[in-house]
């Protein structure tokens, strides 16, 4: 069956910490994508990356980076030297190709709340 | 260019009354979701749009959720009659032609039944 999990439900941190979000996840397909998705405080879920699963580089944006590692089904999401504005909750998500019938068929773990402090 | 609006924000109503909650999506995405976060749960798939018609219904929790999207604009999902485990954000999404495109979410509606 496939699954996402975000075994951390909260974490805190001064800013300018580096901080890791994790994410494991479970799936019966060869072909499928990784997604992370931000939730400001205003409500709206953000695009963040996109990873398919023939892709195991990693990926860095800014103070954002990504780690893929298909060997542990993980996509674990770096923030770098962290700020206030990054204070949100972060989705990890999975979609397969073929299973759920259809390609927006996000499978979403349940969050991690992220407090950056001043 | 707009993003995904999703009204209204806010909704409180009482076991048993019928809420309507609308989703006008990105201008010329022809695909729409329906997505659900029950308090304390996963942001879980409700349905997705291609267009006027439903693709992939899977997600609807029972006859008591009615989706539509008329002339493939803008979409509304009915519950009636409410029920407590309703309560939620309702989230919609749209996203354009193309495998795998992005989803990009409304604000989302938060809908408590009491």
């Known amino acids: 069956a496939q699954k996402v999990t975000q075994a951390q439900t909260e974490i805190s941190v001064v800013e300018k910490e580096d901080v890791t979000l994790d994410c494991v996840y479970e799936?019966?397909?060869?072909?499928?994508?990784l997604f992370w998705y931000k939730q400001p405080p205003s409500g709206e879920l953000v695009f963040l990356i996109r990873?398919?699963?023939?892709?195991?580089q990693n990926e860095i944006s800014g103070r954002y980076s990504w780690n893929f590692q298909k060997s542990t089904s993980s996509f674990n999401f770096t923030i770098t030297a962290s700020q206030v504005v990054d204070s949100a909750v972060y989705f990890c998500?999975?979609?397969?190709?073929?299973?759920?019938?259809?390609?927006?068929?996000?499978?979403f773990g349940k969050g991690t709340k992220l407090s950056v402090k001043p | 260019e707009a993003g995904v609006t999703q009204f209204p924000s806010h909704s409180v109503i009482e076991k048993g009354q019928t809420v309507t909650l609308r989703c006008d999506p990105i201008?010329?995405?022809?695909?729409l979701y329906w997505y659900r976060r029950v308090m304390g749960k996963e942001i879980k798939f409700l349905l997705h749009?291609?267009?006027?018609?439903?693709?992939?219904e899977s997600g609807m929790p029972n006859n008591r959720f009615l989706a539509e999207r008329t002339g493939g604009t803008y979409s509304t999902l009915k519950v009636q009659p409410a029920e407590l485990e309703d309560s939620g954000v309702y989230f919609c999404?749209?996203?354009?032609?193309?495998?795998?495109?992005?989803?990009?979410f409304g604000n989302g509606t938060r809908l408590t039944v009491t």
């Open positions: 749009f291609v267009k006027e018609s439903k693709q992939d």
């Open positions: 998500a999975l979609s397969e190709r073929n299973y759920g019938g259809s390609q927006g068929n996000l499978i």
């Open positions: 201008s010329g995405h022809d695909n």
């Open positions: 990873r398919n699963s023939f892709d195991e």
């Open positions: 799936t019966r397909d060869t072909t499928y994508y």
């Open positions: 999404a749209s996203s354009q032609e193309g495998v795998w495109s992005p989803l990009h």
